[in-house]
Structures are given as structure tokens and as C-alpha cells.
């Protein structure tokens, strides 16, 4: 009865806190919006297009948590391999930035991007038509990484792979890929990937507005992602992957069909992992195969571990929080960094199983339940 | 009265004494000439170089000092030296007759002895003859196999010569193979070009393709270089003969490549083998206690620099015990706490794999260092020319199945052993039997852990020792334990082994990153269709 209760509770809190995280963002979004474009510079209230750039990131990284809470918080898929979504992502986003550059590039080539003409190349590859154009790039960022979740999943999912495996072979994955990306035969710039890019549907990368305008667009995705996730949670399909999570065969048992739950919420996460990816690289300028390196997708974990799963707020709190940590400390602490990072995994996997937000909740449940 | 011994004492002590007189005269002689070189006219030097040969392999490093151009004379001393640049721009003396240590001289303090062509030409002569008639039987072959390479008149005029006294079989065989391509090539018989197809069919080495290549082309004007039908026959059909052998020995090359990538796959496959194929646990830093064994292999060689031949012997087992420890404090104060949630396992671990890392950054700085491999590990053990071992692969694969062959041993007959399964199999039964199962949780992962630092000595001999060592491994060494099949260190083997040669025989077709790709992917595609591997744990045991 009791713990009936509390899962009610429960849902009630879900609500409440999501709300609270939303108004948080809406509030950080405007205000620094504003005092980066009409505050003077020399007053101490206005923000530095760095700084905003900066926010802009940790939004792209805090969509990324939430894909990666999504399916292992919720359906308890523990993916090593959602940084490839977010690099494929990238990567469809970086080739459309590519083909904008134009003629403005080191060789002056007025279709070839420079790494081409670098290697000599004497036209484009098939797999770079269309890319000048926004909307087409853009459903490939979509369709892209959903395509290749969509195979992954089906194939991992209904032979059952499960648990540590499948993070094994999801880790397998984001290394091929790397291995793949490295490679200057593939066409996607080898080591150095895609960079120096000028502007965006004609607005230049570098002036405060389009940061902005970057900024909020993350901002407004990452909110349209939680919502949208949020949905999906409380309804019957969420409460089914939710089962799914905490006893699989007895839901099979039941007679749901789970691996199609389970592909179809990997493909979604995947979705979301690619967006994410698409807004990060014209905030941040590059998109290289580095960001298919397994260390890369076991960090996006540790954000969700940090901040706690199943709570979507927990996973962009976590990706918030240690990414600040992380630029305070490569600034200061650059050697310190990776120590801190380990500790970070141990310490959270064994005192706190429910990441920070588990640990305050439970404090304030202890509370109500003594009182 | 003349005693019998007395008289052989006297001959003896007369032998004796003129042996080493003579050997003082020839001593004497070659000191003579040598010594005329300093400050001789380039006219007088062919004669003083012909005496020279007398002295036999005592001159061969001043003659190949003076070939290479390297032959000075100290114009304090008109010592004769081999004199080397140095990277300063000053010069490093070697005296070349008593090996006494000269240190450096400017270029002020020496006079180069100068050779033209045709005193090069002397002396590429007077060197092969003296190594064709050495009596080491490595020197003369050494020799001959240098000439198969340069195949001119001169050479071969020296190589019939040395035929004639030559009593070695393989060195005679290589001999008859060379005068059989000269004559293929210059002697107008057709009996005798039948004769010469026939010695060299079968010959592996280049020169012969080369040979028959030449010979079977065509020239500027379309008509073939061999205008006998016959010996153009014989020799398309040896050329085929020979192609044939050098690809079967080409895939053998490639089978035992695969084999050597397989050993390493093994021998770090191993111990994640007994970790996560035993107890189920998944240990990210595996790769990090490799990278640990590597490092005790760098530290003990730095403690004993005097022993380069044996540190490696006492590495391997100080690495078991390092990286087995440092297991056994992974596990105590870790894993311990995160039995049954093996997704955090996993993260937790690979936490300590960062932490490892950093700790080896700080303490041995980020840049890789190297271990030097003694002597008996360097060097192949050459078969023939096409297909040839190294010894230290070879070794390493012997290694890998011993450590494999040990590990076996402890499992299987052993009292750990037992318990080790006992406790795999059904921990609550096993500790209601009396086995503490916590102690032996934390030996198995030491096991485990220790044979990562065997390992990393071994790789230690194939690669630098960096931080990042352990981090190139560790997909490679899942697939491994995961596509052989969890729990079974057969099936590690032939994991192992089948990954690493279908890695080679994929590489000449896509290069290697995408051979490494193809893997990963059939891999991925593998554990679809077999979700337990290839030799799946039966029983109830497996859920």
C-alpha cells in the first residue's frame, strides 16, 4: 500500500520537478540571451558570447544525457555507443556547414570541400549530394543514425541480447566507426573531420546573434525533448518499457511483443542523440571521428549515473554539472582531470546508485516519512 | 740416450714456437702494410691493398671501412682509424687493429685515405674472396647469398672458382644455383640452359623469378629473349612452379602472422576470460592492469641495467604479482560492493581504468618508452627466403599457450581451482559448503588481473609501453572472450586464434583498419545469431 503510494508520489514529484527544470531553462535561456545582446560589454551584467557558446554546449550535452536516460534509465539499456549518434548527427550537420563554405575555402574550389581537393579528388562522392541543401541535411540527421539504431536494435533485440553484452557490442559499434571515420578513404575528412566552417542558412557562425540564436534553439529542443519524453513515459507505451526494465520475460510472458518496444524507443533515442549532435557542431565548430571514441559514450553514462536515472531532470542536471566541472578543472587541473573523472564513476556507482537527484529525494523522503 | 718423449716435447715445443712465430710475422706483415696506407698516393694504393689480402679476414673491416669510404689516418700518429661522423660534426674513432678506444678527434686531427672506382672494384673483389674462402661456414654463405644480388661476370668467374673447393651442401647448392642463372642467361648450349632450368626449379629466392622473368619476356622488337621453344617451355613451366610455392608459403607467412596477432588476442583475452567468463564480471580496466605488467617490464629493466637478457624473466613474474594485487584491491574495495549490478560494475571499473591511467601519466610522463628485447628474442629463425618466423612472435605464441596451458592447470586441479568454479557455479551452495566465498572472489580476480600483467610483459616486446597501451586492447579482448564463448578458456583459444588469422587474411584484400572494422562488424553480427558464443557454458548453471 505503502509503495503504491509512493509511486504515486512519485509521479507527482516526476511533474513537479520537471516543471521546476523547465521554468529554470526558459529563465537561463532568456536572461543570458538578453544580456548578451543588449547589455553593454563593459557591465558586469552581460555575458560573453563564450560564455553563451559554452551554455549552448552543455544543452547539446544535456539532450544527449537524455537520450542515453531514455533508454537505459527507462528500459535499462545500457548503451556504450549513443556518442555515435551524436557524432553521425554531427558529422550530416558538419557536411551541410561544408557545402555552405563554397568557394570561400583554402583552394577555392566552388563545390569540393578542401580536404578533397587536399587529396586530390576530381568530384564529389554520391554520399555528399544533397548536402547543400538545409532540409535535406537535416532529415539525414534524422534518418541517418535512426536507420542504423533501427538495424542495430532489430538485430540486437530480437535475438535478445541483453545487459552487458549488448554495451559490449554497442561499444563495438561507436570503435568500427571510429576506426571507419579515421580514414581518409571514407570521404569524411579523415583524422582532421570537418571544420572551418563559415555560416549557416546564411548567417554567419561567428557573430553574436546566430550564437544565440544557436543557443536558444538548444535550449527550446532539449525543453521539446523532455516534453515529448515525458509524454512518452506516462503513457501506456512508457509504462510497458518500463516493465520491460524491471522483469522482461514476464512481460513477454503477458504478450507483448518487447523487442518492438525496445527497438523503436533505441531509435528514438538515437533521434534525439543526432539533434543534439547537429546543434553542437556549429556552436563548437568541428566534428571529428574523436567523437566516436568509446571513452566519449561511456562519459555521456556518467552524466546520467551522476544526476540520477529515470528522472530525464536527473540526466540533463548530470550533464550540466560534470561538464562544468570538467571545463573548471581541464582549465585549472588539466592533469587532475581524468582522476577526478574516475572518482567520479566510483564514487557515484557505489554512494550514490541513484545519482544526486536518488539522494536528495530520498532525504526529503526520509523526512515526510518520520514525519 | 735419447728418450722418445723428449724428442716429441722438443718438436712440439719447436711447433709452438714457430706457430706463433709465424703468427708475430703475419701479425708483423699486415701491421706493415697497414701502417704504408697512411699518407700513400693514390697510385700506390692498389699494390698495398693487394697485400693486404694475405692477411685474410684480419683485414675485412679495413677494407670495408675503406669501401664504405670511412678509412682515416691520425696525423699525430698516422694511426690508421675508421672514422664516423658524429651528430656534434666531430668524428668517432674506431682503431681497427686493436680495438683500443680513441674517443673523438675534430676534423682538423684526421686525413681521409682516398679511393677511386677502380680501387672499389679491387676491393669489393678482394673482400669476397677472402669471406668466399673463410673458414666459417656463416661468413661463406653470408657471402654468396650477397652475390646472388649482383650477378656480374667478375662474380661469377669468382664463384666457379670457389666451386671447385667448396664442400658445404647448401653453400655447393647455392653455388651450382648461381652458375646455373649465369648460364642460363650467357651460355649458348641448350643443353647446358636445360640443365641450368632444372637446378633452379624450386629456388624461392627473387634473383631466380627475376631471372626467369627476363628471360621469358620479350624484347624491343616483340620476339621473346629465349628463341628456343624447349627451354622457353621448361622455364614457363618452372616459373609457374615457382610462383605457386611462394604463394603456398605466402599464405603459410599469413597463417603464422594471424597466429602470432591470435597469441597476443589470447594472452590478453585471458584474464578477462577468468574476470568476466568466471565471475561474470566486467572489468573495464583490464586493459589497465596490462598496461600496468608493461610498465613493471619498463621499471625492471631500468633497476637492472646490466642484465637486459634475463630482466624479462624476472619481469614476468614480478607482473603477475603487481597487476594481481592491484586486482585484488580493485575488487576489495569495489566490486565487492556491486555484485549483481554488473552495468554499474562496468562503470565503476572503468573509472579505476582512468584512474590507472593518470597515475602512470603523472608518474612515467605521457611519452611512450621502450623496452629493449634481449638478444635471444630478436632475429628470425628464416625458413627460406619467402617465409620466415621472428622469434619473438614465436616465443610470445608459445608464452600465450603456456600462460593459457597454466591457467587451465589451476582450474582444473587445484583446490582455488575448485572453488574458483564451485563458487561460479552456485555461490549460496558453495558458501553453505564452507567455501569463503569472498576470499575467493577476490584471489580469482587477482588470478585474473595477474595474467593481464603477464600479458603486458609480453606486449611489452612488440610495441612502446604508453598510457594508452591497455586502452587499444580492450574491444579487441572483449570480442575475443565474447565470441568464443563466456566461461570457457578453450573457447578464448579458438576466439582468439580464428579472430587474429581472419584479421590477416583480410588485410592484404582491405588494409588493415578496415580488416579490424569487418571483424568488429562480423562480430557484432556473430553474437546476434549466437548470443552465447561459440562454445556456450551448458547447464543449469547459465540460467
Not at chain 2, 716429441?8 to 701502417?35: G, H, P
Not at chain 2, 599469413?254 to 589470447?266: D, K, M, T
Not at chain 2, 577468468?274 to 566486467?282: A, D, N
Not at chain 2, 612502446?464 to 564463448?485: H, K, R, W
Request: proline fraction near 3%; include cysteine; hydrophobic fraction near 50%.
Amino acid at each position: 500500500m505503502m509503495h503504491h503510494n509512493r509511486e504515486v508520489a512519485r509521479g507527482d514529484n516526476f511533474q513537479k520537478n520537471g516543471r521546476i527544470f523547465l521554468i529554470v531553462l526558459f529563465g537561463v535561456t532568456i536572461y543570458a540571451s538578453f544580456c548578451n545582446l543588449l547589455v553593454p560589454d563593459d557591465s558586469i551584467f552581460h555575458v560573453s558570447t563564450y560564455t553563451i557558446t559554452l551554455l549552448g554546449k552543455y544543452l547539446c550535452f544535456a539532450l544527449l544525457a537524455l537520450s542515453v536516460d531514455v533508454v537505459w534509465g527507462y528500459c535499462g539499456i545500457l548503451s556504450l555507443g549513443h556518442g555515435a549518434f551524436f557524432a553521425l548527427g554531427g558529422y550530416t550537420m558538419g557536411m551541410y556547414l561544408m557545402r555552405q563554405i563554397g568557394e570561400r575555402g583554402v583552394y577555392g574550389h566552388p563545390i569540393l570541400p578542401d580536404f578533397m581537393v587536399f587529396l586530390n579528388w576530381k568530384e564529389l562522392p554520391w554520399f555528399w549530394y544533397g548536402f547543400d541543401s538545409f532540409g535535406f541535411a537535416m532529415l539525414m540527421t534524422l534518418v541517418v543514425p535512426s536507420v542504423l539504431a533501427f538495424a542495430f536494435g532489430w538485430l540486437a533485440f530480437r535475438s535478445r541480447v541483453t545487459g552487458v553484452y549488448l554495451s559490449i557490442i554497442t561499444q563495438a559499434m561507436t570503435y568500427a566507426l571510429m576506426l571507419a571515420f579515421f580514414r581518409n578513404e571514407m570521404g569524411f575528412g579523415g583524422n582532421n573531420g570537418l571544420t572551418d566552417f563559415k555560416d549557416i542558412l546564411g548567417f554567419d557562425l561567428q557573430s553574436d546573434k546566430t550564437r544565440v540564436a544557436l543557443f536558444c534553439l538548444s535550449a527550446v529542443m532539449l525543453a521539446m525533448a523532455y516534453l515529448l519524453s515525458q509524454l512518452i513515459m506516462q503513457s501506456r507505451y512508457g509504462r510497458v518499457v518500463l516493465a520491460i526494465r524491471d522483469a522482461e520475460s514476464r512481460t513477454r510472458s503477458i504478450g507483448f511483443k518487447t523487442e518492438n518496444y525496445k527497438v523503436s524507443l533505441f531509435v528514438y533515442s538515437a533521434a534525439l542523440a543526432a539533434i543534439a549532435g547537429a546543434l553542437y557542431v556549429p556552436q563548437v565548430g568541428i566534428i571529428n571521428p574523436g567523437e566516436f571514441s568509446p571513452l566519449n559514450s561511456i562519459e555521456i553514462v556518467v552524466w546520467v549515473s551522476v544526476g540520477g536515472r529515470a528522472t530525464l531532470y536527473g540526466a540533463v542536471a548530470g550533464a550540466v554539472l560534470v561538464n562544468y566541472a570538467k571545463t573548471k578543472f581541464t582549465a585549472e587541473f588539466p592533469d587532475e582531470w581524468l582522476f577526478a573523472l574516475g572518482a567520479l564513476f566510483v564514487g557515484t556507482t557505489i554512494l550514490l546508485p541513484k545519482g544526486l537527484i536518488g539522494f536528495f529525494d530520498g532525504k526529503k523522503w526520509r523526512s515526510v516519512r518520520r514525519g | 740416450m735419447n728418450h722418445p718423449w723428449r724428442n716429441s716435447s722438443r718438436l712440439i715445443t719447436f711447433l709452438v714456437i714457430y706457430v706463433f712465430a709465424s703468427l708475430c710475422l703475419a701479425d708483423e706483415e699486415f701491421n706493415v702494410n697497414v701502417k704504408q696506407l697512411a699518407g700513400a698516393k693514390l697510385r700506390a694504393l692498389p699494390v698495398i691493398v693487394a697485400k693486404l689480402e694475405s692477411s685474410g679476414e684480419r683485414a675485412l673491416p679495413l677494407l670495408r671501412a675503406m669501401l664504405d669510404g670511412a678509412l682515416y689516418y691520425r696525423k699525430s700518429d698516422k694511426r690508421i682509424v675508421a672514422a664516423y661522423r658524429t651528430g656534434t660534426g666531430d668524428f668517432r674513432l674506431d682503431d681497427l687493429l686493436q680495438g683500443l678506444d680513441l674517443k673523438v678527434a675534430s676534423k682538423r686531427e684526421i686525413k681521409k685515405i682516398v679511393v677511386n672506382n677502380r680501387l672499389r672494384g679491387q676491393i669489393r673483389k678482394i673482400i669476397a674472396r677472402i669471406t668466399l674462402t673463410s673458414k666459417e661456414r656463416v661468413v661463406r654463405e653470408l657471402a654468396v647469398d650477397n652475390m646472388l644480388n649482383d650477378l656480374n661476370k667478375a662474380n661469377i668467374a669468382l664463384l666457379r672458382a670457389v666451386r671447385q673447393s667448396e664442400k658445404d651442401g647448401d653453400i655447393l647448392s647455392k653455388l651450382d644455383m648461381a652458375i646455373a642463372l649465369d648460364d642460363l642467361k650467357h651460355n649458348d648450349s641448350r643443353q647446358i640452359r636445360l640443365a641450368a632450368i632444372d637446378i633452379i626449379d624450386g629456388r624461392l629466392q627473387p634473383v631466380v623469378l627475376n631471372t626467369l622473368n627476363s628471360l621469358l619476356d620479350m624484347d624491343a622488337e616483340g620476339t621473346p629473349v629465349e628463341n628456343d621453344e624447349e627451354v622457353r617451355k621448361r622455364a614457363l613451366a618452372a616459373r609457374e612452379f615457382i610462383e605457386l610455392k611462394i604463394s603456398f608459403y605466402e599464405v603459410l607467412q599469413r597463417i603464422f602472422y594471424g597466429l602470432s596477432l591470435g597469441s597476443i588476442l589470447l594472452l590478453i583475452a585471458t584474464g578477462l576470460a577468468i574476470t568476466f567468463g568466471v565471475m561474470g564480471v566486467i572489468n573495464m580496466a583490464h586493459g589497465e592492469l596490462i598496461m600496468l605488467g608493461a610498465y613493471t617490464a619498463y621499471v625492471v629493466q631500468l633497476l637492472l641495467p646490466g642484465s637486459i637478457e634475463y630482466s624479462i624473466l624476472v619481469a614476468i613474474p614480478l607482473a603477475f604479482t603487481v597487476s594481481g594485487l592491484c586486482g585484488i584491491l580493485i575488487e576489495r574495495y569495489v566490486i565487492r560492493y556491486l555484485r549483481g549490478r554488473p552495468l554499474e560494475t562496468l562503470l565503476a571499473t572503468f573509472g579505476i581504468s582512468l584512474i590507472l591511467q593518470q597515475t602512470v601519466r603523472s608518474v612515467f610522463s605521457p611519452l611512450n618508452r621502450q623496452v629493449i628485447s634481449p638478444s635471444w628474442l630478436s632475429g628470425s629463425l628464416e625458413i627460406n627466403p619467402v617465409f620466415s618466423l621472428t622469434y619473438n612472435r614465436l616465443y610470445i605464441l608459445a608464452f600465450a599457450i603456456i600462460v593459457l596451458l597454466c591457467l587451465q592447470l589451476v582450474l582444473k586441479k587445484t583446490k582455488l581451482g575448485l572453488q574458483v568454479r564451485a563458487v561460479s557455479q552456485n555461490r549460496a551452495m558453495a558458501r553453505s559448503m564452507g567455501v569463503r566465498t569472498e576470499r575467493v572472489d577476490a584471489l580469482t580476480f587477482g588470478l585474473g588481473a595477474g595474467v593481464a600483467g603477464v600479458a603486458g610483459v609480453a606486449l611489452s616486446q612488440l610495441t612502446n609501453v604508453g598510457p594508452n597501451l591497455g586502452q587499444a586492447y580492450i574491444v579487441d579482448s572483449f570480442m575475443v572472450v565474447v565470441f568464443g564463448g563466456v566461461g570457457n578458456l578453450w573457447g578464448t583459444m579458438v576466439g582468439g586464434f580464428t579472430l587474429g588469422i581472419a584479421n590477416k587474411f583480410l588485410e592484404p584484400m582491405t588494409g588493415p583498419v578496415l580488416a579490424n572494422i569487418f571483424v568488429l562488424i562480423f562480430i557484432i553480427l556473430f553474437i546476434q545469431k549466437r548470443p552465447s558464443g561459440l562454445f556456450p557454458q551448458r547447464g543449469r548453471a547459465t540460467e
